[in-house]
Structure formats: structure tokens, C-alpha cells
């Protein structure tokens, strides 16, 4: 079983900020990454997918990187609707999710 | 535009068993996708129950195994969930999804469905 581990697990951050949200593998999973975003009472929305391809229709401030084991979700300037929960997920095995970081606005 | 939509009771009995379909529009069940579920306990995170493919195919959590059975009706386009021998611990939104199985986004979940609350209680 491979596990997901996210970080932080919560933020507060401010509009026009820079986020970085952190998911670490605990085994290699080459680029096998996904992103979502799910706010309140909705299902998850992908974000990412490869690791660092952008789905259609997400707004480009959105990007992630990394491979292997460290991955990272990048938010360029911070917009109120972002305030959500987003969760890293891993396609290299059965698929697993990572537990999660709340982001909230300042 | 693809649309997933699930359906069941909302509250099921302890040691019970859990029953939901998901209904897929826009998308025929027979395409090269595996059709999930995944489910998110109150206020907690998300967790991949299982998938089928059209053919029968399926992969179980691990830890679900025991208790859950997925299956597909490629007549009726669409997808089953049952989660047997349910306890409080089960309580959970229960979501359907699309899981893309080629192509660049191979493995994310693409479309969703809106989510149905089940509650185990007697």
C-alpha cells in the first residue's frame, strides 16, 4: 500500500499570496499525481493530473510539480474562491489520497 | 456533457447492507474507463472504495475487500456499489466517478458525481 502524506494540513493565507501545498509519497510513484480541489458540500473538481498538467478549464495561477516521492501544488496568487480543501491523490497503484490541507482566506 | 448521478437509500440499518447505483450520462459505461466509488466520512477525507471496468473487471480497497462487491449493467449504462455487514463507521458522502484508464490524465478521477449522503442507524 503506498501512502499519501499532505502538508500542511491547514493554512491562512491572504489574496494575492503564493501557497504551496505539499504531498509526499512513501514509495516512488513516478509522475502518478493528481490534484483536487473540493469545496463545502461539493464533490472534488481535478485540478492536476500527471503531476503537472493542468485539466481543462482550471485557471492557469494553478500549478504543480515534482516526481518520485515529493510533489508540490502551487497556487501563484492566492483569489477568495480558492478557499477550499485540496487533496493529492496517487494513480501509480490502486488509487489512494492524500489526507488532505484546508486553505482558508486571511 | 458526461454526467454522473447516484441513487439509494439514505439511511441503511446496522450489519445491513449498503446499496447504490450511479447512472452515467453523456459517456457510454463501455468506454475505456474504470467506474469508482470513493467515499468521505463527515468532515474527514476522501477514500477509494473500488472499480469495475466494462468488463467485469475490479479492484477492491484492501482494507473494504471482505465487504464490498461493484458491478456494472451495460444495458441500463450504469454502475453498483454494495457494502455489506455496514456498522456507524460507514456513515459516509458516497461519490461515483470516472477514472480515466489512457491518455495523458490516465488514472484521475475526471468527472464526478454529486454525492449521496448514507447514514447507518437504527
Known amino acids: 500500500d503506498i501512502q499519501m502524506t499532505q502538508s500542511p494540513s491547514s493554512l491562512s493565507a491572504s489574496v494575492g499570496d503564493r501557497v504551496t501545498i505539499i504531498c509526499r509519497a512513501s514509495q516512488s510513484i513516478s509522475s502518478s499525481l493528481n490534484w483536487y480541489q473540493q469545496k463545502p458540500g461539493k464533490a472534488p473538481k481535478l485540478l492536476i493530473y500527471?503531476?503537472?498538467s493542468l485539466q481543462s478549464g482550471v485557471p492557469s495561477r494553478f500549478s504543480g510539480s515534482g516526481s518520485g516521492t515529493d510533489f508540490t501544488l502551487t497556487v501563484s496568487s492566492l483569489q477568495p474562491e480558492d478557499s477550499a480543501t485540496y487533496y493529492c491523490?496517487?494513480?501509480?497503484?490502486?488509487?489512494?489520497f492524500g489526507g488532505g490541507t484546508k486553505v482558508e482566506i486571511k | 456533457q458526461v454526467q454522473l448521478q447516484e441513487s439509494g437509500p439514505g439511511l441503511v440499518k446496522p450489519s445491513g447492507t449498503l446499496s447504490l447505483t450511479c447512472t452515467v450520462s453523456?459517456?457510454?459505461?463501455?468506454?475505456?474507463?474504470?467506474w469508482s466509488w470513493v467515499r468521505q466520512p463527515p468532515g474527514k477525507g476522501l477514500e477509494w472504495i473500488g472499480e469495475i471496468y466494462h468488463s467485469g473487471s475490479s479492484n477492491y480497497n484492501p482494507s473494504l475487500k471482505s465487504r464490498v462487491t461493484i458491478s456494472v449493467d451495460k444495458s441500463k449504462n450504469h454502475f453498483s456499489l454494495k457494502l455489506s455487514s455496514v456498522t456507524a463507521a460507514d456513515t459516509a458522502i458516497y461519490y461515483c466517478?470516472?477514472?480515466?484508464?489512457?491518455?495523458?490524465?490516465?488514472?484521475?478521477?475526471?468527472?464526478w458525481g454529486q454525492g449521496t449522503m448514507v447514514t447507518v442507524s437504527s
Open positions: 453523456g459517456d457510454s459505461i463501455s468506454s475505456n474507463n474504470w
Open positions: 466517478g470516472r477514472k480515466r484508464n489512457s491518455g495523458s490524465n490516465s488514472g484521475a478521477f475526471d468527472i
Open positions: 500527471a503531476a503537472s
Open positions: 491523490q496517487q494513480s501509480y497503484s490502486t488509487p489512494g
